[in-house]
């Protein structure tokens, strides 16, 4: 919510940021005047005086320990603050020496030193990693936003170009598409997302509120939508494998809410900030693992292509 401040609130945030030197002045320069001033005043009576003095003290060390504790709870506020700061910073720096391990993982890929033993050995299935990740986007996403994991759907769909295959799934956005997904990509009358982000080679976009997408022609109402009041919002990020600039796997992740958006209100800087959250931050974390696994799904598409002419 967006307001103006009047003068009044102006002076006072002022005054605010300055609040040490007002307080010495209340503790210091206030009494020394005040009370000096009641002991010289005639219409003061002594009884008067002392009855005075003693609510004046009691008053400043009221006022002296609720600012302390204030000023204790701030520092206290801080010091958590910087110490969560630090070890985000250690998160982040652990993070991403792990994402160099990573590139090196994907970089041994594209250099063919050992055929034999790519060709015969693969330890694990890399489509249900990729599936294991896409589930641990929607976990960390929704510990973000607060947003209920049964609101959320992370799917993944991918292609090998060189060989024009047919788009798959890795895992599906909603089960209420029953249509082929090649056909539902590459048909402009299904008015798909994916046709969307796809023909118009976007490698990144986000729409906070799906129903812009549908005024556009670009999203498809599934019957999961239909099941809310708010269509929700739509993020997608494009992942490749290549090897001597050419693309071998292509990839998609799609990040979709139903009944809520990533952002509640409609506060541009808010959206923009989830945005470049996910989009700079989240995401890619995560790209490097996947373009991995793409690579590592291309080698065995390779080889069950040559053993099977």
Request: one cysteine or more.
């Amino acid at each position: 919510m967006f307001y103006i401040l009047h003068k009044g609130d102006i002076h006072m945030n002022k005054l605010k940021n300055h609040k040490l030197v007002i307080k010495n002045i209340f503790f210091t320069v206030v009494p020394a005047t005040i009370f000096p001033l009641i002991d010289n005043l005639a219409v003061f009576n002594e009884t008067s005086k002392i009855v005075f003095i003693i609510i004046a003290i009691i008053f400043i060390i009221y006022q002296v320990v609720t600012l302390s504790l204030k000023e204790e709870r701030n520092n206290q506020k801080l010091h958590d603050d910087l110490d969560n700061y630090q070890k985000y910073q250690m998160s982040q720096k652990i993070l991403n020496s792990t994402i160099e391990v990573e590139k090196i993982k994907r970089n041994l890929l594209k250099v063919d030193i050992l055929p034999d033993y790519k060709k015969d050995v693969l330890l694990y299935n890399p489509h249900e990693f990729v599936e294991q990740i896409c589930s641990n986007i929607k976990l960390l996403i929704s510990n973000i936003t607060e947003i209920a994991l049964s609101s959320f759907s992370v799917s993944f769909i991918y292609q090998y170009p060189e060989n024009n295959s047919n788009w798959q799934w890795i895992t599906r956005k909603n089960s209420t598409i029953n249509n082929d997904l090649n056909n539902f990509i590459m048909d402009d009358n299904f008015h798909s997302y994916f046709n969307y982000i796809i023909t118009n080679n976007l490698s990144s976009h986000f729409e906070n509120n799906k129903e812009n997408l549908v005024k556009e022609g670009h999203y498809w109402i599934s019957e999961n939508d239909k099941r809310y009041s708010t269509l929700g919002s739509i993020a997608s990020y494009k992942m490749t494998f290549m090897k001597n600039e050419t693309i071998l796997c292509v990839g998609y992740l799609v990040i979709s809410t139903y009944g809520t958006t990533f952002v509640e209100d409609d506060d541009p800087e808010k959206i923009e900030y989830f945005n470049n959250l996910l989009t700079n931050n989240i995401i890619p974390s995560y790209r490097h693992l996947i373009e991995s696994e793409l690579g590592f799904m291309y080698v065995r598409h390779d080889i069950m292509e040559k053993s099977n002419p």
